[in-house]
């Protein structure tokens, strides 16, 4: 029997399977994302209690199967259930966006270790104090960063070259990567365009992370999420349901 790996894991989504089963899609700092099968879950709170809920941080022992894929969900204990988060609708909608954009960037079993950090942060910080633009922002930044498709925004994503200075406004090219100088910036006609101020904020952000996300001015803090917006679509191809759900629940924060 192949052995059983004790790992702290977050839930990032978990789906009924069946009438007893569940499937749980996790997060570990170690083994990146897994899915892991986890027996009777549904028919019976015994084993694992309410331990396989989106957000919960577990201490959890897994059995990997042979063949790759699934695993095997062994054991779950809840070691941080943020339970702050779950009393506040906006909290919630936050979680559930940063859990599914974690979800959605990365392939299975491929260690993201900075990530994971970043996620269990956010989930701190929104347990700690209510949701803000800029913490979701800086949360998109650093999953794009510790996924390697962080946009360039201290030079031309296409040609290197400097950028025009305030008061241009840049443009942010989802298909190259991130802002473009004078010279490229023709080139891509349908490249929305940023203020100097948005510019400054996302730059901010991808250097300072979490820890740098102070009150952003409402029109700043707009034109910062639509330009995301735009580029982790780019990316993703899709929108993500958990972001319609934020859009609904904080229209100011999604
Ligand atoms: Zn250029």
Not at 14 to 27: I, M, N, P
Not at 28 to 51: D, I, M, Q
Not at 179 to 188: E, N, R, Y
Not at 215 to 220: D, I, R
Request: glycine letters at 12%; a positive charge.
């Amino acid at each position: 029997m192949p052995t059983a790996h004790k790992l702290h894991a977050l839930v990032l989504q978990a789906t009924d399977h069946g009438e007893s089963d569940r499937v749980v899609a996790l997060l570990t700092a170690e083994r990146g994302k897994l899915a892991a099968f986890a027996h009777g879950a549904r028919a019976s709170r015994r084993r694992f209690g309410g331990a396989l809920e989106p957000f919960n941080l577990l201490a959890a022992e897994l059995r990997e199967r042979p063949g790759g894929g699934l695993w095997t969900l062994e054991s779950a204990a809840v070691a941080r259930g943020f339970g702050a988060i779950r009393g506040d609708l906006a909290r919630i909608a936050c979680a559930a966006y940063a859990c599914d954009l974690a979800r959605s960037l990365v392939r299975e079993q491929e260690a993201h270790p900075d990530l994971y950090a970043l996620l269990l942060a956010l989930l701190e910080r929104l347990d700690a104090a209510p949701a803000e633009p800029a913490a979701l922002r800086a949360f998109e930044l650093g999953a794009l960063r510790a996924t390697g498709l962080l946009p360039r925004l201290d030079a031309c994503a296409r040609c290197g070259g400097a950028l025009p200075g305030a008061p241009a406004r840049l443009a942010f090219s989802p298909e190259d990567g991130g802002f473009l100088c004078a010279g490229c910036a023709p080139g891509a006609p349908r490249a929305p365009r940023c203020g100097p101020d948005a510019a400054v904020a996302l730059r901010r952000l991808a250097e300072g992370g979490l820890a740098a996300a102070g009150p952003l001015p409402g029109p700043v803090a707009a034109e910062a999420r639509d330009l995301l917006t735009r580029f982790l679509e780019h990316h993703l191809g899709r929108r993500l349901p958990s972001r319609r759900f934020l859009d609904e629940v904080g229209p100011m924060l999604g």
